[in-house]
């Protein structure tokens, strides 16, 4: 899916914190939102996934304008298309890992769900579905939350400092599957400092500078 920002600004308060951005996401690319802490990555990531109304500018979805979705067309977006992957995890931390990735009923979730352990296993949390969430690292707790957009299919997926909490690792493991993760398809949007996140991009998008143009590295495209 190919998400558009189009002169989009943001105003909390009656303040302006993201002002005139354009940004083109592409299926098959990572997109970095980059620029100094507080200059509105997580804003503007928030407003192309449809978590936060813009003052200015449009969305598109394919081409689609979006801006003005209702509630419901928005839960459909994000039921039938998008995965987050945001600086709190998103996960229920008294539920199993398996719960976590399916949010499926059952408190214990098992491997007998093909998909799910599939998911897993990509994102190196084999045989792990029974486990609380609360036990995982944060590093682990970052591949649950992709484990989730993987199970779910999702074809868009917004993530926020996926690298801040990590060791060089961890930080390494989890930029690759994100970059995985887009080389099969996906859009992938990510705001991040770390340079080797930033480095991973297909496609850097620097905040607050309108007359410089996103700079686009063509690798492994689709
Ligand atoms: N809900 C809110 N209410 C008031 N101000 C907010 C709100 N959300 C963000 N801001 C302000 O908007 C500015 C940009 O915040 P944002 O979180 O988008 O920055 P960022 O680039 O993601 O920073 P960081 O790198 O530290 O995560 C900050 O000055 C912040 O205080
Ligand atoms: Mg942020």
């Known amino acids: 899916m190919l998400i558009e920002g189009n002169n989009l600004s943001v105003a909390i308060d009656g303040r302006e914190i993201v002002a005139d951005e354009s940004v083109r996401c592409a299926p098959g690319e990572m997109t970095?939102?980059?620029g100094p802490s507080g200059s509105g990555k997580t804003t503007l990531l928030h407003a192309l996934g449809?978590?936060?109304?813009?003052?200015?500018?449009?969305?598109?979805?394919?081409?689609?304008?979006?801006t003005s979705y209702d509630g419901g067309q928005r839960r459909r977006f994000w039921r039938d298309h998008a995965a987050f992957v945001l600086q709190d995890y998103g996960i229920v931390d008294d539920e199993s890992v398996g719960f976590n990735v399916t949010m499926r009923g059952q408190r214990r979730a098992?491997?007998?769900?093909?998909?799910?352990?599939?998911?897993?296993?990509?994102?190196g949390l084999a045989g792990r579905a029974g486990e609380t969430a609360s036990?995982?690292?944060?590093?682990?707790?970052?591949?649950?939350?992709?484990?989730?957009a993987i199970y779910r299919r999702a074809s868009v997926l917004f993530v926020d400092e996926p690298t801040a909490s990590l060791d060089a690792r961890n930080r390494h493991t989890v930029i690759e599957l994100f970059?995985?993760?887009?080389?099969?398809?996906?859009?992938?949007?990510?705001?991040?400092?770390?340079?080797?996140?930033?480095?991973?991009?297909?496609?850097?998008?620097?905040?607050?500078?309108?007359?410089?143009?996103?700079?686009?590295?063509?690798t492994g495209r689709r």
């Open 135 to 148: 036990h995982l690292s944060g590093g682990e707790k970052q591949r649950l939350a992709l484990a989730r």
């Open 50 to 66: 449809l978590l936060l109304p813009v003052s200015r500018g449009h969305i598109l979805v394919d081409g689609k304008d979006v």
């Open 110 to 123: 098992t491997n007998a769900d093909a998909r799910l352990s599939a998911a897993l296993e990509q994102t």
């Open 32 to 34: 970095a939102l980059v």
């Open 179 to 218: 970059t995985g993760f887009a080389r099969q398809g996906a859009t992938v949007v990510v705001s991040t400092h770390d340079e080797e996140m930033i480095a991973a991009c297909d496609s850097r998008h620097p905040m607050g500078m309108r007359e410089v143009q996103t700079v686009t590295t063509a």
